[in-house]
């Protein structure tokens, strides 16, 4: 007897002799890591579902809505036949089901999201109010709420049932209506004194006392209604990484001094030229990337005599509609490791020239999307950027004939002293629905010339354009097939 045990543990696969806390590690990277459902590993062997059932942290996600559709089915059999996930979340669209997730998931921290455009349907608000209850308030570790399409915002059946304590939750996500929002995060901020992660519409009369603000790290208030409520916190945001969604016109006159010392990412929507001299009042020494719109008249900018200092700064992308306010803040801005530039403009007096004072050696990647420039602005930002490796620059709303593409692509072929970008591996021209007119033949035959004169480095070189009066594109591509 004991030969056939030994024969037959010979024969069966290594991985059924995996320990079982070695096969729970696997499982938790392929649920948190590779964000694929636990159903899938109950569906292997007995082994593996017993395993996998008896681990509550892989049952820790969990989705409420009624939308069944786009959801994976899984046929697991016996009592509870089919369920449905969403990536590494169980999906739940009954208070049954909701049950049965919950006693898999033991008592382990939950990462809940409610997503139910008709969120006051009575099967989902009996859901809310049991995951939003006692006893698993207490569990509570994320929470999205997607309600914003709800067909009765001024019932809010979901708030009031809204505990008095969160103390396990570091992460809100509120997507509602304005009604609802109202009432529903300060009540969640009140009971959550950990919470680290604040995506949603902080209401205008917020008492802001009720939030730590000294433990943020994310913040997303794209939908506050006034500057001046940021202002009575931001100076608190000492741990902030990421930042986005600041009310606009933020900062302003009352802003105070400060520093984000581990800020990271930042958005912000500015009124030039005041809003662009009040941010060099703050200080980002970590930041990596910094996504600005600018919109304003055209006046001139009185800027602090000290340069603005962005040490870490690896990527700007700037939406704006003046481009001598913006060149004579760029300007003024030392950016030392600027990598990656997108300037996305509009210029009403028909500003031709890039700032030829800019000069950033270490930028590889530079976008540029323009509304009402001729061919020379975008001759002297290559000019101004020879390192540059990546190149995409694009026309918008206005014709540009064949003698204008075309001194832009005769540019590109000089070579020597004044060669445009050398090391450039990607060419990307295009122009909108009413971009280009050129024909086809001759810029064939530009494009040639240059990829010929650029052997060595070029990889690819898209022109893209539309004819007068057409839709559809018209494009010449060239990829560097040895590549």
């Known amino acids: 007897a004991s030969s056939n045990e030994a024969?037959?543990?010979?024969?069966?696969?290594?991985?059924?002799?995996?320990?079982?806390?070695?096969?729970?590690?696997?499982?938790?990277?392929?649920?948190?890591?590779?964000e694929q459902s636990p159903w899938e590993l109950v569906l292997v062997s007995r082994q593996w579902k017993n395993t996998a059932l008896g681990t509550h942290r892989l049952w820790s996600k969990i989705l409420i809505t009624v939308l069944m559709e786009n959801y994976k089915i899984h046929s697991i059999g016996g009592e509870v036949g089919k369920v449905r996930s969403h990536g590494n979340f169980q999906v739940c669209s009954t208070v049954d089901e909701l049950d049965r997730a919950l006693a898999r998931s033991g008592a382990t921290l939950l990462d809940v999201r409610i997503h139910q455009p008709i969120i006051d349907t009575p099967s989902v608000v009996s859901m809310c109010i049991k995951v939003l209850s006692k006893p698993i308030n207490s569990r509570l570790q994320a929470l999205v709420i997607d309600g914003r399409m709800s067909k009765n915002p001024l019932a809010n059946p979901i708030v009031a049932c809204i505990e008095s304590s969160y103390p396990a939750l570091i992460s809100i996500d509120l997507d509602v209506p304005d009604r609802w929002g109202?009432?529903?995060?300060?009540?969640?901020?009140?009971?959550?004194?950990r919470v680290r992660s604040i995506r949603s519409k902080i209401p205008q009369d917020l008492n802001v006392s009720i939030v730590?603000?000294?433990?943020?790290?994310?913040?997303?208030?794209?939908?506050?209604?006034?500057?001046?409520?940021?202002?009575?916190?931001?100076?608190?945001?000492?741990?902030?990484?990421?930042?986005?969604?600041?009310?606009?016109?933020?900062?302003?006159?009352?802003?105070?001094?400060?520093?984000?010392?581990?800020?990271?990412?930042?958005?912000?929507?500015?009124?030039?030229?005041?809003?662009?001299?009040?941010?060099?009042?703050?200080?980002?020494?970590?930041?990596?990337?910094?996504?600005?719109?600018?919109?304003?008249?055209?006046?001139?900018?009185?800027?602090?005599?000290?340069?603005?200092?962005?040490?870490?700064?690896?990527?700007?992308?700037?939406?704006?509609?003046?481009?001598?306010?913006?060149?004579?803040?760029?300007?003024?801005?030392?950016?030392?490791?600027?990598?990656?530039?997108h300037l996305d403009v509009y210029e009403e007096d028909g500003s031709e020239h890039f700032p030829?004072?800019?000069?950033?050696?270490?930028?590889h990647s530079i976008s540029i999307v323009a509304n009402s420039l001729a061919d020379q602005y975008f001759i002297d930002a290559l000019e101004a950027i020879p390192s540059a490796s990546i190149v995409f620059l694009s026309y918008k709303n206005n014709y540009y004939q064949l003698e204008g593409v075309r001194s832009l692509l005769t540019r590109l072929l000089v070579t020597g002293s004044r060669m445009l970008c050398p090391h450039v591996t990607a060419i990307t021209i295009q122009g909108d629905h009413l971009g280009l007119t050129c024909a086809r033949d001759p810029l064939e035959r530009l494009i040639r010339r240059i990829v010929e004169s650029r052997a060595e480095?070029?990889?690819?070189?898209?022109?893209?354009?539309?004819?007068?009066?057409?839709?559809?594109?018209?494009?010449?591509?060239?990829?560097?097939?040895?590549?």
Not at 10 to 28: D, G, N
Not at 251 to 274: G, K, Q, R
Not at 300 to 321: F, G, Q, R
Not at 473 to 482: G, K, L, R, S, T
């Open 7 to 34: 024969h037959h543990s010979s024969t069966v696969s290594p991985i059924c002799r995996i320990p079982a806390e070695v096969l729970t590690c696997i499982f938790e990277s392929f649920v948190f890591y590779v």
């Open 356 to 363: 030829r004072f800019m000069h950033y050696p270490n930028i």
């Open 212 to 341: 730590d603000w000294e433990n943020i790290q994310s913040l997303d208030v794209m939908r506050m209604r006034e500057a001046h409520v940021f202002n009575r916190f931001c100076d608190k945001l000492h741990s902030l990484r990421t930042l986005s969604g600041v009310p606009d016109n933020w900062p302003n006159d009352s802003t105070p001094s400060m520093s984000f010392n581990f800020l990271s990412t930042v958005h912000l929507v500015l009124y030039a030229p005041h809003g662009l001299c009040e941010l060099q009042k703050i200080s980002f020494p970590v930041l990596t990337r910094l996504d600005l719109e600018i919109f304003g008249t055209n006046h001139a900018i009185t800027l602090p005599s000290s340069s603005w200092k962005l040490p870490l700064l690896s990527e700007l992308n700037v939406n704006a509609e003046n481009i001598p306010q913006i060149s004579q803040w760029l300007a003024s801005v030392d950016i030392p490791r600027l990598q990656r530039l």
């Open 457 to 483: 480095s070029l990889e690819s070189f898209t022109v893209s354009w539309a004819g007068q009066m057409s839709f559809i594109p018209d494009i010449v591509e060239y990829v560097n097939q040895a590549s």
């Open 182 to 193: 109202d009432g529903m995060l300060p009540r969640l901020l009140k009971g959550a004194r």
